[in-house]
């Protein structure tokens, strides 16, 4: 099992619970020796705050991510980062808070600030949307891997040929640009859903996507994507994940410090 999780929310974002002491104490009992927060990143502009941490608690998450460090420092390692999207037009404000944390990572939830969620609903123009943001992010530089690439399966009940076409483009940006592709480990807190002529599925990690992620020669890692402390101390999700992945291999990072950036 990976020793490391870069994935961790918090109860900023308005849909994670639990204190930050928590989901350190977790992490602890869990055996990860590096623990980074990902909380969904705050920008200036946004107005729904059910998505992600308003602007004004953006010093408190960094206070306390410092204190944690601090505390826990003969325990864990622990570090600050940022979940965000990348949209071309912020892209001055995501160097801002690129700077204040040890590394971000790219959640492309949306295709533009608080416009609807790729995993509510896409249709084949949308996915066209979310692999040019994707592209352009990765030629960004700016982050240290790719969370959840196969997001947008949640938001359709079918893989037809414009899938295949996006997963192609997804996995070769992130081949050019070196970077990390994340197996998430909290696809299946939605449940199952039905695809056409698949049956029932969790939305992430999706089969379909991470076979033809495969034949890529791409580096990937496990991310527990935790909205709640317990989360990562939920041996079940690798159990999980693995048999949705079977038969198919993968180049695993080991060290964390070897992707961040
Ligand atoms: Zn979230
Ligand atoms: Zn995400």
Redesign the pocket.
């Known amino acids: 099992m990976q020793t490391f999780n870069l994935h961790t929310h918090t109860d900023r974002c308005g849909h994670a619970i639990g204190s930050d002491e928590e989901y350190v104490q977790a992490a602890i009992k869990a055996e990860i020796k590096v623990l980074g927060f990902s909380d969904h990143v705050p920008w200036s502009t946004a107005k729904l705050f059910t998505e992600r941490m308003p602007m004004d608690r953006k010093n408190d998450y960094l206070h306390s991510i410092e204190h944690l460090k601090h505390k826990y420092r003969d325990q864990i390692t622990i570090l600050s980062g940022y ?1 965000c999207e990348f949209f071309p037009d912020m892209a001055d404000e995501l160097l801002l808070r690129k700077a204040e944390v040890d590394y971000l990572i790219l ?1 492309q ?1 949306n295709p533009k600030m608080d416009v609807r969620d790729f995993a509510r609903h896409n249709d084949d123009d949308d996915l066209l949307i979310y692999a040019d943001l994707i592209e352009q992010a990765c030629e960004s530089g700016l982050f240290t891997y790719m ?2 690439p196969d ?1 947008f399966m949640k938001g359709r009940n079918h893989w037809n040929a414009r899938c295949i076409e996006v997963t192609h483009r997804i996995c070769q940006a992130a081949k050019k640009a070196n970077l990390p592709m994340e197996v998430n480990l909290n696809g299946m807190r939605y449940g199952m859903q039905e695809y056409v002529g698949l049956g029932d599925r969790f939305a992430y990690p999706f089969f379909e996507f991470w076979q033809i992620a495969a034949q890529y020669d791409i580096r990937t890692v496990f991310g527990f ?1 935790a909205h709640k402390p317990v989360t990562l101390t939920e041996d079940f999700r690798y159990n999980k994940v693995v048999e949705i992945l079977d038969g198919l291999s993968f180049s695993w990072v080991e060290d964390p410090f070897s992707i961040i950036k």
Do not use: I, L, P, V
Request: proline share 0%.
């Open positions: 979940e959640g939830h969370a959840h997001y994507d």
